[in-house]
């Protein structure tokens, strides 16, 4: 079962929108401090994107750096591993202190045994699925997973540009999972400028990277705040309006 500390479970019909920055934008000779800021600042989980070089082009984070920000952070640590195999990590990001670990399903081959051995972690389970990828391809899956990320960037790099064409696929996997009380994640491009078609769409955890910390140079409480809201209150707009 998912860990009760991880706070009540929504869905995009409960008009709650979960905002996750991603620290890839983050100043890393800082990272500590950007943590901070962004908690500070209200977000609602903290997106960490692990990149090995292999299954995306780029290197990132380790457990060592994660289980460093869990010391610095009281919110969800949703970790996103863009490596292949992944099995083979799971079990060290939980012991970090992960409270999701989303593994994609290109990058298998046992992704049912690796579900399971993050539920039996404690952790809750998380699927991501590449632009190319269709979304039929987690259908097999979805009894088995608290979350689905979808893709809406090619993996690898921040500051892509939002793929339109992937809204279609929010709505498949939302009219998939039925009634299933499983988050929809989409990551890549998210700003104030689409978030609303994308939480109309179904998703109800928005990770955000340039659009709440810029290009890492400048941070601060009140900005990332602002930045945040912003998107909140862009994707909740016809709710409030």
């Known amino acids: 079962m998912v860990n009760e500390s991880l706070g009540t479970r929504a869905t995009a019909s409960d008009q709650q929108v979960y905002i996750a920055p ?3 934008s983050a100043d890393f000779s800082r990272l500590g401090e950007e943590c901070r800021a962004l908690v500070d600042a209200g977000c609602d989980w903290i997106h960490v994107d692990v990149m090995d070089g292999h299954f995306v082009p ?3 984070f380790g457990p060592k750096m994660c289980s460093s920000l869990r010391k610095h952070v009281d919110c969800i640590v949703d970790v996103h591993l863009m490596v292949s195999p992944a099995e083979r990590m799971v079990e060290s990001f939980a012991d970090a ?4 670990i989303t593994v994609h399903i290109e990058a298998g081959p046992h992704m049912f045994r690796t579900c399971q051995r993050i539920r039996e972690l404690g952790k809750m389970v998380g699927i991501a699925v590449n632009p190319g ?3 039929a391809m987690i259908a097999e899956y979805l009894n088995l997973v608290d979350l689905v990320c979808i893709m809406t960037v090619n993996p690898g790099a921040g500051g892509q540009g939002f793929i339109r064409s992937q809204l279609n696929k929010i709505r ?4 998939m999972l039925a009634n299933r009380n499983v988050y929809i994640e989409v990551d890549g491009g998210i700003t104030a400028n689409n978030s609303a078609e994308v939480f109309d769409a179904g998703a109800n955890v928005l990770v955000a990277g340039t659009a709440i910390l810029g290009d890492g140079s400048t941070s601060g409480v009140a900005e990332y705040r602002k930045n945040m ?3 909140r209150r862009a994707a909740l707009s016809r709710f409030t309006a």
């Open 22 to 24: 991603s620290i890839l």
């Open 97 to 100: 202190g992960a409270d999701v």
């Open 58 to 60: 780029d290197i990132t």
């Open 133 to 135: 990828t269709s979304a």
């Open 172 to 175: 498949q996997v939302k009219e």
């Open 229 to 231: 809201n912003a998107i």
